[in-house]
């Protein structure tokens, strides 16, 4: 079975200072990834996603994650955070055959300092 | 833009009620799914459907049904509500890789 795991339940950081958001998962056959950002009284909202191909995925909002294999990561990253950027960030796995739910990671709350 | 609807946004029940949580897609997605999220948790599956009168157990079925008589519609039902079924619910749909997500109901049953 899948499992996401996410490092860092609070991250903080100044405006305009780099953002990572780190993301491991176990998978015993090649994964679908996802990032996903939910503000505060919304829903879940797509960020970028990996499916096949290249391996450093852009997003919206200038956000971009990488899939190493060999370490079975997919953090998220944003050069310079904007205040707007405070959130929630759920990082995501789905097997790429079969059931089609996603396995969640329990979410890393972002807050930017002014 | 794929719609994902659900029917309300704030629900106070009573112990021992039936509650029903409904959710409408209007992009004509096979695949329907509800989750629960609670903080530190994530998100976790409760149910999925693949086609109209299909269901699945997702990894927390416990005290919850589904019904989808229609493609567009999957509902939530929580046959008892039970105090540890306060949280928010979401909705999902999907197309070939995205989920789509409802804006989520927050349930609080007292």
């Known amino acids: 079975a899948q499992s996401v795991t996410q490092l860092g339940s609070h991250v903080s950081v100044s405006e305009g200072a780099l953002v990572l958001l780190r993301c491991n998962y176990s998978s015993s056959v090649p994964p679908y990834l996802f990032w996903y950002v939910q503000y505060p009284n919304q829903g879940l909202q797509l960020l970028l996603k990996?499916?096949?191909?290249?391996?450093l995925v852009k997003g919206i909002n200038g956000f971009e994650a990488e899939f190493k294999k060999s370490e079975t990561s997919f953090h998220l990253t944003k050069p310079s955070a904007h205040m707007s950027d405070a959130a929630e960030y759920f990082c995501a796995v789905r097997i790429g055959t079969g059931r089609r739910a996603l396995t969640f990671g329990s979410g890393t709350r972002l807050q930017v300092q002014p | 833009d794929v719609k994902v609807t659900q029917s309300s946004r704030y629900l106070v029940k009573r112990t021992g009620e039936k509650v029903f949580l409904e959710c409408v897609q209007d992009m004509d997605h096979e695949n329907m799914f509800w989750y629960r999220q609670d903080p530190g948790l994530g998100l976790r599956l409760i149910y999925f459907?693949?086609?109209?009168?299909?269901?699945e157990k997702g990894d927390i079925p416990e005290g919850y049904s589904v019904s989808r008589e229609k493609k567009e519609r999957f509902s939530l039902i929580l046959e008892s509500a039970s105090t540890n079924q306060t949280s928010m619910y979401l909705c999902?749909?999907?197309?070939?890789?995205?989920?789509?997500f409802g804006p989520g109901t927050r349930l609080t049953v007292t």
């Open positions: 990996y499916t096949t191909g290249a391996t």
């Open positions: 459907s693949y086609d109209v009168k299909m269901k």
């Open positions: 999902a749909s999907i197309n070939a890789y995205e989920q789509y």
